[in-house]
T-cell receptor, first 109, second 113 residues
Framework: KNEVEQSPQNLTAQEGEFITINCSYS?????LHWLQQHPGGGIVSLFM???GKKKHGRLIATINIQEKHSSLHITASHPRDSAVYIC???????????FGAGTILRVKS | NAGVTQTPKFQVLKTGQSMTLQCAQD?????MYWYRQDPGMGLRLIYY???????DKGEVPNGYNVSRLNKREFSLRLESAAPSQTSVYFC????????????FGQGTRLTVV
């Protein structure tokens, strides 16, 4: 079983829809990282969370440490949001960053 | 401020050839990492370096070697490339362990034929 599980694996939405991507983890963490990867592109950091909620523009990330779960929400989705969204956790001990497999999001106009 | 710079961006190798992927960061970060990304899988750690002069194996180190040349540079070497090493490789760095953001290079797309 992977230490970091994301769902769904693939998601297709219509422009304007509210989108939720989920991340569950099974290890102790010091923080959780949401990243975005565009096709053929590099990896860009969106948020780093250790508790509560963060918002940046149309993106909202939440984390529940007790339930070992985080969600990334996109409000009023747009085709330019189409990308792979990756959840990664910083292990509580040690120096490692462990990644989920990613969620492929496609937003249709 | 370039952040994390990886070279080359693309490479095609024949089985058995060797090559070195270069990574440099200009953020004075202590920790540097090499990951590979394969379809349907998360990024997997190949090697990391917690500080200058130290390196440690990650999840998938076989077939690779690394050198932390100085604080800025962390290279990944394939001594005898195999088709199973066809992947996209990412270098990353961050200040130190804990709640510090990781920064990623643009990736190197390697094909071994």
């Amino acid at each position: 079983k992977n230490e970091v599980e994301q769902s769904p694996q693939n998601l297709t939405a219509q422009e304007g829809e509210f989108i939720t991507i989920n991340c569950s983890y099974s290890v102790g963490i010091s923080a959780l990282h949401w990243l975005q990867q565009h096709p053929g592109g590099g990896i860009v950091s969106l948020f780093m969370l250790s508790s509560g909620k963060k918002k940046h523009g149309r993106l909202i990330a939440t984390i529940n440490i007790q339930e070992k779960h985080s969600s990334l929400h996109i409000t009023a989705s747009h085709p330019r949001d189409s990308a792979v969204y990756i959840c990664a956790v910083y292990m509580e001990y040690g120096n490692k960053l462990v990644f989920g497999a990613g969620t492929i999001l496609r937003v249709k106009s | 401020n370039a952040g994390v710079t990886q070279t080359p961006k693309f490479q095609v190798l024949k089985t058995g050839q060797s090559m070195t992927l270069q990574c440099a960061q200009d953020m004075n970060h202590n920790s540097m990492y090499w990951y590979r990304q394969d379809p349907g899988m998360g990024l997997r750690l190949i090697y990391y370096s917690a500080s200058e002069g130290t390196t440690d194996k990650g999840e998938v180190p076989n077939g690779y070697n690394v050198s932390r040349l100085n604080k800025r540079e962390f290279s990944l070497r394939l001594e005898s490339a195999a088709p199973s090493q066809t992947s996209v490789y990412f270098c990353a760095s961050r200040v130190k362990s804990g709640r510090n953001l990781a920064f990623f290079g643009q990736g190197t797309r390697l094909t071994v034929v």
